[in-house]
């Protein structure tokens, strides 16, 4: 079976790793095609070199615009890419503009498509994400589901037959990194003079950091926590910072630039609490049992809210008192798989492939 992926975000290249490993070891062939729409060294090679992952078979250097002029780019690279490879199954991963570019082109030249992460829903039809990931489910010959609730939400849009459950592949990642982790407080990435007592945070998505006041709300609240405050911070975050006059060293802020996987999943596990707006990382911050308050009206991990470890934040005045609450109730649940979603996942492409179309 030839399989071939499709990314270029950053959390695509953490899904990837563990599929990359699964495909080797049962002996697929595997072609992975970067479409470059994350291109600086810490948001995209590191993840390749730290986790283990073959070089991109291609590479089309999209990089960054608009997001008709993005995806747009990737759509017509891919043509030619596709054309060439001629795989049994295209695989995209999650929500980004990757993802639909990568799945619109698989499915005009009829070639199976499996989306892996469907069936996820926010319900906030103003997120870039949910229309990528609602458009992708419904190109997908094969949905791969990673949990219940996702399965719920495919079956309610009549894509029931399309659907399987996998687990979740950075559960997979996840554990596997964390479990590597020789210090898990200090792998590497953090400030000196942190300390062991932090508030790690991340802040990238357009809705959060585009909009001045919002992002001034947000940044003053986490420089007011009476800890250090270690941000993580996206391209875009200090641009808009800049761009606003907003100072990302204010009072407790320690900002670094973005980290590499094991160097964050360290950070998670020392942290005495995650604030995000980041969809992974809500969900890492879970797995690894670290509180998180998530800077978003809504979530697609809603399992980490009933379960009590992660809390929206609606009001923004209230982000230091949400990351102040009380210890959520210890937990064993495992909504999101045991890690071994990836072997899973090939496990269904190949039973789930397609019969050669017939002339
Ligand atoms: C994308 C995904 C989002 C995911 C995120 C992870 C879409 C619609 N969104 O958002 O779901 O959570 O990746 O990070 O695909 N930039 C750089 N260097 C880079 C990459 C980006 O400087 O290597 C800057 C550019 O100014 C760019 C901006 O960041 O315009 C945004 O990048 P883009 O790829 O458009 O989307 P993300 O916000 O990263």
């Not at 990435?189 to 802040?203: C, H, K, S, W």
């Not at 996987?261 to 005495?272: D, E, F, L, N, T």
């Not at 049992?289 to 009206?297: A, E, F, L, N």
Request: hydrophobic residues 45%.
């Amino acid at each position: 079976m030839r399989i071939l992926s499709v990314v270029g975000a950053r959390p695509q290249f953490v899904k990837l790793a563990p599929i990359a490993h699964a495909l080797a070891a049962a002996g697929h062939e595997h072609v992975i095609v970067h479409t470059g729409q994350h291109y600086d060294v810490k948001m995209s090679d590191v993840f390749f070199e730290d986790l283990d992952i073959p070089a991109p078979d291609v590479h089309l250097g999209v990089g960054s615009g608009s997001h008709g002029v993005q995806t747009g780019a990737m759509l017509s690279a891919m043509d030619a890419v596709l054309e060439e490879h001629r795989p049994d199954w295209v695989l995209v991963y999650g929500d980004t503009n990757s993802t639909i570019a990568g799945a619109l082109s698989a499915v005009k030249l009829h070639i199976p498509l499996a989306h892996l992460e469907a069936g996820l829903r926010s319900f906030n039809r103003s997120m870039p994400e949910e229309h990528n990931r609602v458009l992708t489910d419904h190109a997908a010959d094969l949905c791969l589901a990673p949990t219940q609730v996702a399965m719920g939400h495919l079956a309610a849009e009549g894509l029931a037959e399309r659907a399987a459950l996998v687990g979740d592949v950075m559960t997979d990642v996840c554990l596997t990194v964390a479990a590597r982790a020789a210090d898990p407080a200090r792998e590497g990435g953090l400030p000196d003079g942190v300390g062991d007592d932090y508030v790690l945070a991340t802040i990238h998505r357009a809705e959060n950091t585009d909009d001045p006041d919002r992002l001034r709300a947000i940044v003053g609240g986490l420089a007011s926590l009476p800890y250090p405050v270690v941000l993580t911070a996206h391209p875009r975050l200090t641009a808009r910072a800049e761009q606003f006059g907003i100072d990302l060293a204010a009072g407790s802020l320690r900002t670094v630039e973005p980290l590499d996987y094991p160097s964050m999943v360290a950070a998670v596990q020392g942290a005495r609490a995650v604030v995000t707006d980041s969809g992974g990382l809500q969900k890492e911050a879970f797995l690894l049992r670290t509180p998180c308050t998530t800077v978003r009206t809504e979530t697609e991990w809603t399992e980490t809210i009933d379960l009590g470890w992660n809390v929206l934040a609606l009001d923004l005045d209230r982000v230091p008192e949400l990351v102040d609450r009380p210890a959520p109730a210890p937990t064993d649940a495992a909504p999101y798989g045991d890690g071994h979603a990836a072997e899973a996942t090939v496990r269904t492409l190949a039973e789930r492939l397609p019969a050669p179309a017939t002339a």
